[in-house]
């Protein structure tokens, strides 16, 4: 299995420029999660689907950030528009659903806001 | 705050030495989990240990839980300059399946 895919796995843009990362989880997996994870503030949960659908959004920042989940085989997190405090690296993570068990986190894509 | 605070926040030690990190939690929790990060990777699981157990073993790696206290410590024994890393525990909270993961312990190994 090639684990979870992230792209890009760098986004340099400029202050108000929609951004939107990618992420493609394992294959079977029914949770996938978006992370966030700076300096400052550590590793926050932002948004969780169980089955295509958002769970719990209460991480999310704000109204700028959005997220979709279409089918089990790929998920979008936007910001639109994009501000330099969102400069971040951002994890997509998944996990075999069902009761207790590891998540598997992609590579990353690291955000820099100018 | 988060919900597990990993102490120290740093720790260096030479290749070999045994090396030990703490995590600290505030309400119940189902399971905790450690895992590890490379400088610029993703993070990667390396062990579950679950409120009912006391220790749990995996190679080189000791984990301990201790619910009274609200805390767990990770081991590495004989530590190899690839555990160069940051551990992060990660908990949830008691049936949540969301993960809370705490600020990390950064471990750098001497050769």
């Known amino acids: 299995d090639a684990g979870v895919i992230q792209s890009p796995r760098h986004e340099v843009t400029e202050m108000g420029q929609e951004v939107t990362l990618r992420c493609k989880p394992i294959s079977g997996h029914n949770s996938l999660f978006w992370y966030r994870q700076t300096m400052m503030r550590g590793l926050e949960l932002l948004i969780y689907?169980?089955?295509?659908?958002?769970?719990?959004d209460s991480g999310m920042p704000e109204d700028r950030f959005s997220a979709k989940m279409p089918n089990a085989s790929f998920s979008t997190l936007k910001i639109q528009p994009s501000e330099p405090r969102d400069s971040a690296v951002y994890f997509c993570?998944?996990?075999?659903?069902?009761?207790?068990?590891?998540?598997?986190f992609g590579p990353g894509t690291r955000l820099t806001v100018l | 705050s988060q919900q597990g605070e990993e102490d120290p926040q740093a720790l260096s030690i030479q290749e070999g030495e045994n090396a030990t990190m703490n995590c600290s939690y505030k309400?119940?929790?189902?399971?905790l989990q450690w895992y590890r990060q490379n400088s610029g990777r993703g993070l990667v699981h390396l062990i579950l240990i679950r409120s009912n157990e006391r220790e749990k073993h995996s190679g080189r790696l000791r984990v301990t839980l201790d619910t009274s206290k609200k805390s767990s410590s990770l081991l590495i024994t004989a530590s190899r300059a690839a555990d160069t890393a940051s551990y992060f525990c990660?908990?949830?909270?008691?049936?949540?399946?969301?993960?809370?993961f705490g600020t990390g312990t950064r471990l750098t190994i001497i050769p």
């Open positions: 309400t119940s929790i189902n399971n």
């Open positions: 990660a908990t949830d909270a008691g049936g949540n399946e969301k993960l809370t």
């Open positions: 689907f169980n089955n295509n659908v958002p769970i719990d």
């Open positions: 993570a998944s996990r075999l659903g069902g009761g207790v068990s590891e998540q598997f």
